[in-house]
């Protein structure tokens, strides 16, 4: 399989922070994804740009925070998370990337 276009707009960046960190030593990845992206489409996009099997893939949104910006009420945007699980034997080294 190899990757099309529509994967990397899937696919944002990955998420390095200590929880997706406690994750990744039970096999998993966490990866930013686009707000329309289904689980077939990211498991599909992980197994196509990584050449990785895929478990799981489980999703969550966080939802933007009201913040001040210079005085200025503004808003952050909401962000979709995707924790995918790898199959037994795979890894993805997230600080090298593509």
Known sequence: MSAKPEHYD???KPVVTEKATMASENGAVVFEV???AAKPQIKEAVEALFGVKVKAVNTTITKGKA???R?????RADVKKAYVTL???NTI??????
């Open 93 to 98: 080294d997230v600080t090298t990337g593509l």
């Open 10 to 12: 899937v696919i944002r």
């Open 87 to 89: 199959e037994e034997g």
């Open 34 to 36: 686009a707000i329309g």
């Open 71 to 75: 005085g200025q009420m503004g808003r």
């Open 67 to 69: 913040k001040r910006f």
